[in-house]
């Protein structure tokens, strides 16, 4: 099992910039792909990017491609989402999640979740 704590998030305007944090416990930390997932109010949790457990893998959501990138430090045990050119869409809260061995796009395929980071663009 892995604790996740995200952090980061915040109140931006439309075109900026956030970048999240999400800080793992336990010793195999590169052992797990990471994934972030997003969820706006009344609606369904959603993939948002994933990281294989060496890093050398990402895969990304139509909708934050160019824009977003995923990436971590497995001497920190932690995973990054630099999110640029911030639309208001996507306002939601971020979530951090683990899945040993192998990434994928499917919440249920996730084993373990941070609490989320509430991120809002304003136009």
């Known amino acids: 099992q892995v604790q996740l704590v995200e952090s980061g998030g915040g109140l931006v305007q439309a075109g900026g910039s956030l970048r999240l944090s999400c800080a793992a416990s336990?010793?195999?930390?590169?052992?797990?792909?990471m994934g972030w997932f997003r969820q706006a109010p009344g609606k369904a949790r959603e993939f948002v990017a994933a990281?294989?457990?060496?890093?050398?893998?990402?895969s990304y959501a139509d909708s934050v491609k160019g824009r977003f990138t995923i990436s971590r430090d497995n001497v920190k045990n932690t995973v990054y989402l630099q999110m640029n050119s911030l639309k208001p869409e996507d306002t939601a809260v971020y979530y951090c999640?683990?899945?040993?061995?192998?990434?994928?796009?499917?919440?249920?395929?996730?084993?373990?979740w941070g609490q989320g980071t509430q991120v809002t663009v304003s136009s």
């Open positions: 990281i294989s457990g060496g890093g050398g893998s990402r």
């Open positions: 999640a683990a899945r040993y061995y192998s990434g994928s796009r499917y919440t249920s395929d996730y084993d373990d």
């Open positions: 336990g010793r195999t930390f590169s052992s797990y792909a």
